[in-house]
């Protein structure tokens, strides 16, 4: 079976606002921060598994120096820090219609800034998030979130 894939169908929203300007290799990780399961191992050798509860994650977003996409998210911290703003938390959601990937990030936050790196070529900004709970799996080709009965 032939399957297609393009970058340019990846769709990633933060509370609601589209992110877009992505870098042009890879631009998007997303891993959790424990393992599914914890082993532990007795003295004669007999395996345990424990599952672990722990659900928060990291996200990565990548994006050209150039991309809108850092202006907002610079104004929400810049609100944050000097005004005394709320601390931004929402969902992300990330899409991939050709079937690859789709992810929910609940209650997202900005975790750090990115680093700033000036040269005589456009460069790259990393915007890490954290998040209480990262759900993400892989899915059929043209899987949409309102499919009646899943739940993430």
Not at 85 to 102: K, M
Not at 115 to 137: H, K, P, S
């Amino acid at each position: 079976m032939l399957n297609s894939y393009s970058a340019r169908d990846v769709n990633v929203s933060f509370n609601g606002i589209a992110i877009t300007g992505f870098a042009p290799d890879s631009f998007i990780r997303i891993k959790r921060n424990s393992d599914l399961l914890t082993e532990t191992v007795g003295s004669q050798g007999e395996l345990a598994l424990t599952h672990n509860s722990d659900k928060t994650g990291e996200i990565e977003i990548e994006l050209m120096q150039t991309s809108e996409s850092n202006l907002i998210l610079s104004g929400l911290v810049l609100a944050m820090e000097f005004q005394n703003a709320l601390i931004p938390v929402g969902e992300i959601i990330i899409q991939d219609p050709s079937g690859s990937n789709f992810t929910i990030a609940h209650n997202a936050y900005i975790k750090s800034l990115p680093e700033v790196d000036l040269g005589a070529t456009q460069n790259t900004r990393t915007w890490v998030f954290g998040c209480e709970e990262l759900v993400y799996t892989a899915t059929p080709s043209g899987f949409d979130a309102t499919v009646k009965g899943f739940t993430l």
